[in-house]
């Protein structure tokens, strides 16, 4: 019943900025945050960026001070602005979402994945 639909990956040069758009089918409360994931070739899946439904916020340390993840409640949808993009930010980028499934563990929701590629 949900449906992550990404989009505004692209290229751009180093030192450029870039915002993905990340728009769900619908408000759902069970889900308890969304984010930002990205893997690179060879690389694991890691997280990026994470808002949680309280409000909080998490960036990987490779991510702070450069993106910020947001949330619009009125368009369903979640941001990732990224600024002074390097190189090294090359990668396929997946929205997420979860739901908590008790017992402390979760089911996670993924978006089709956006390119995202920085030219040197």
């Known amino acids: 019943q949900v449906q992550l639909v990404e989009s505004g990956g692209g290229l751009v040069q180093a030192g450029g900025s870039l915002r993905l758009s990340c728009a769900t089918s619908?408000?759902?409360?069970?889900?308890?945050?969304m984010g930002w994931y990205r893997q690179a070739p060879g690389k694991q899946r890691e997280l990026v960026a994470q808002?949680?439904?309280?409000?909080?916020?998490n960036y990987a340390d490779s991510a702070k001070g450069r993106f910020t993840i947001s949330r619009d409640n009125a368009k369903n949808t979640v941001y990732l602005q990224m600024s002074s993009l390097k190189p090294e930010d090359t990668a396929v980028y997946y929205c997420?979402?979860?739901?908590?499934?008790?017992?402390?563990?979760?089911?996670?929701?993924w978006g089709q994945g956006t390119q995202v590629t920085v030219s040197p």
């Open positions: 997420n979402a979860y739901a908590e499934l008790g017992n402390g563990r979760r089911y996670d929701y």
């Open positions: 619908r408000i759902i409360f069970s889900i308890a945050a």
């Open positions: 808002y949680i439904s309280n409000g909080r916020t």
